[in-house]
């Protein structure tokens, strides 16, 4: 995925394109540029009004604000940034590892930092105490720069010395509307205490939109997440979703389920496997779900394999998402049955992504998945095992995770394939992520003793849509792939009924 070429192969049609809900509001709105964001508030922030975005430390406030200013820079609108706690060059330090070159957007004179010293020594307490000076200093920043957004960051430093509650209370009333008679799109971060969303109490009262910053910690795995508290004047998603901070800054995953609204394509694709494509009536419908389920050895990777190649030889792009090997141990062991990955991988027709699915939470797993998705927009997702996050989170939990990357993935006509660990011992018509209900194909690997070795089977347990065998076939891997034999394999001979025969055991 390296070169112009290989990133084209994959970026076929027009999958991965987040619908924007139909909130509709008559309210001016700011785009954020912010992935998600914009779609949770129906366009963006309020235009010439105040955003609180309050949460605790490393919660991923000042990343927010500053990217909600280098969008808007992007869109013709300078911006100016208020900093009470970082100078300018810690703050372009900080956030060059995002992508952002705020100091070349200084030069260019689009963006203004304002470094505000506050000391709390220095700051004698009076009922005379406002915030004059701040505006004077905002304001000839304002005009210098021309500027359309403003950000102050945070505003507990501006109060810090400060006890007097009345005073406190009539000057964040005076910061609010002096930003909104200066008509700015104005982001107001804010420190989160423990009860409450801000610690003045006051800040999500007097602001026209409020969003909250979630860091948490389960079982020794983080999620961020976001929530729209608030907006005047609009509709908005009310759940938390999920957000990630990486190389490309903020990206939010609206978690909201999409409905069953997404279309239904009679077009077939191949499973890899002419013999099940003709159990199947011509082999999967494009944009279905299909679950691969068995015991451990019967050969769940290897049909999900099958079904990824057959899928690149069509010239379509596949995304591989595998929880249990890495990208070249999977290489070499698919190597041993005929299929050459690296091929794939080369001409860029394949993405294979790896990881333990403990290294996050599933709704992180979940931002990731759609943000790869929008990357490489690709026609088939394998992903392989999903059964590996039951370990961590609740059954219930991974049920909705699946859920909503189900609809995700229908709504984009992407045809999935899952694999699904069943136990030794178990049910085989059951898996333990409990998705079967999901699924719109299903097929069942099965391990049998027979005459002295084990013997692998397959049967399509259900299939919607399609008239489709309900033979139990025998299949075997060799170095060619996956040979699936024509007839039914051998059942143990029944004793005939009634009393035995002269010299035949009873």
């Known amino acids: 995925m390296s070169s112009g070429a290989e990133i084209g192969a994959c970026h076929q049609g027009s999958w991965g394109v987040v619908?924007?809900?139909a909130f509709l509001s008559a309210l001016p709105k700011a785009p954020s540029g912010i992935r998600g964001l914009d779609e949770i508030t129906g366009g963006g922030l309020p235009r010439g009004r105040p955003t609180l975005v309050c949460g605790g430390a490393g919660s991923g406030k000042t990343l927010l604000?500053?990217?909600?200013?280098?969008?808007?820079?992007?869109?013709?609108?300078?911006?100016?940034f208020v900093a009470f706690e970082e100078t300018s060059a810690e703050l372009a330090e900080n956030v060059a590892s995002l992508g952002f070159d705020v100091k070349r957007l200084a030069a260019q004179k689009k963006l203004l930092i304002e470094y505000v010293r506050v000391e709390r020594s220095e700051i004698e307490e009076t009922g005379e105490y406002n915030l004059e000076g701040l505006f004077i200093?905002?304001?000839?920043?304002?005009?210098?720069?021309?500027?359309?957004?403003?950000v102050l960051d945070t505003i507990e430093s501006l109060?810090?010395?400060?006890s007097n509650m009345a005073v406190l209370r009539s000057e964040l009333r005076r910061l609010?509307?002096?930003?909104?008679?200066?008509g700015v799109t104005a982001v107001v971060t804010a420190e989160r205490a423990p009860g409450g969303l801000t610690r003045h109490g006051l800040e999500e009262f007097v602001s026209d939109c409020v969003i909250l910053l979630d860091h948490r910690v389960t079982d020794q795995i983080s999620t961020r997440r976001l929530r729209v508290v608030k907006y005047r004047g609009s509709g908005h998603g009310t759940n938390e979703y999920p957000f990630l901070i990486d190389d490309d800054g903020v990206s939010v995953l609206p978690i909201t389920s999409l409905g069953l609204h997404h279309g239904a394509s009679s077009e077939r694709v191949s499973s890899g496997i002419p013999s099940l494509d003709a159990m199947l009536g011509g082999g999967y419908f494009r944009g279905?779900?299909?679950?691969?389920?068995?015991?451990?050895?019967?050969?769940?990777?290897?049909?999900?394999?099958?079904?990824?190649?057959?899928?690149?030889?069509?010239?379509?792009?596949?995304?591989?998402?595998s929880?249990?090997?890495?990208?070249?141990?999977?290489?070499?062991?698919?190597?041993s049955i005929g299929i050459d990955l690296r091929r794939w991988l080369k001409k860029g027709l394949l993405r294979l992504e790896a990881a333990r699915p403990t290294i996050y939470g599933l709704e992180t797993h979940l931002a990731f998945m759609h943000r790869a998705v929008r990357e490489s927009r690709p026609a088939a997702v394998v992903i392989d095992p999903i059964t590996d996050f039951t370990l961590t989170d609740s059954l219930a939990d991974n049920k909705a995770m699946l859920m909503r990357l189900i609809d995700f993935l229908k709504s984009e006509d992407i045809t999935v394939a899952f694999t699904s660990l069943t136990s030794a011992g178990a049910h085989p018509e059951q898996t333990e992520a409990a998705v079967s209900s999901l699924i719109?194909?299903?097929?069942?690997?099965?391990?049998?003793?027979?005459?002295?070795?084990?013997?692998?089977?397959?049967?399509?347990?259900?299939?919607?849509?399609?008239?489709?065998?309900?033979?139990?076939?025998?299949?075997?891997?060799?170095?060619?792939?996956?040979?699936?034999?024509?007839?039914?394999?051998?059942?143990?001979?029944?004793?005939?009924?009634?009393?035995?025969?002269?010299?035949?055991?009873?």
């Open 19 to 21: 619908k924007k809900p």
């Open 65 to 80: 604000s500053i990217e909600f200013l280098v969008h808007g820079v992007e869109l013709g609108e300078p911006g100016v």
């Open 137 to 150: 200093r905002l304001g000839h920043a304002i005009d210098t720069a021309s500027a359309k957004r403003v």
């Open 159 to 162: 109060f810090a010395g400060l």
């Open 176 to 182: 609010f509307r002096w930003l909104k008679d200066r």
């Open 288 to 321: 279905s779900t299909v679950l691969i389920s068995g015991t451990p050895g019967a050969g769940k990777t290897s049909l999900a394999t099958r079904f990824a190649e057959a899928v690149c030889k069509r010239g379509e792009c596949c995304l591989y998402f």
């Open 323 to 335: 929880f249990e090997e890495s990208p070249g141990q999977l290489s070499r062991n698919m190597r």
């Open 440 to 506: 719109d194909t299903w097929i069942v690997l099965r391990d049998l003793e027979r005459q002295g070795r084990r013997r692998r089977v397959l049967c399509v347990l259900k299939s919607r849509g399609m008239a489709h065998s309900h033979d139990v076939r025998e299949f075997r891997l060799t170095d060619r792939g996956v040979d699936l034999g024509d007839d039914q394999p051998a059942q143990p001979k029944k004793r005939p009924e009634g009393p035995a025969r002269k010299g035949e055991r009873p």
